[in-house]
């Protein structure tokens, strides 16, 4: 069974960091992009970042670029965001996503205070 399981979300005040993590299990981490996803209340769902299979190619969206790190390790089928100079606008339920078959983890809250 295909399993997707974020952590690393909470509370931080603007400025701040926090790690996201996305460990998979139950198909072949490395040979599937992934992705990072946001939603904030009343908002649609957006592509944060995206990352290749093997990690060499990497696409961010204009607002988190400079900040936001995506990252993977094929070795622990782990795929990673790292936030940076976290601002409120910030604040949303992130998830991760295999970019083959679509299946979505549960997520994570973020939440940037001023």
């Known amino acids: 069974e295909l399993q997707l399981v974020e952590s690393g979300g909470g509370l931080v005040q603007a400025g701040g960091s926090l790690r996201l993590s996305c460990a998979a299990s139950?198909?072949?981490?490395?040979?599937?992009?992934m992705s990072w996803h946001r939603q904030a209340p009343g908002k649609e769902r957006e592509l944060v970042a995206d990352?290749?299979?093997?990690?060499?190619?990497?696409n961010y969206a204009d607002s988190v670029k400079g900040r936001f790190t995506i990252s993977r390790d094929n070795a622990k089928n782990t795929v990673y965001l790292q936030m940076n100079s976290l601002k409120p606008e910030d604040t949303a339920v992130y998830y991760c996503?295999?970019?083959?078959?679509?299946?979505w983890g549960q997520g994570t809250q973020v939440t940037v205070s001023s």
């Open positions: 990352i290749s299979s093997a990690g060499n190619s990497r």
């Open positions: 996503k295999e970019d083959i078959w679509n299946y």
């Open positions: 139950g198909f072949t981490f490395s040979t599937y992009p």
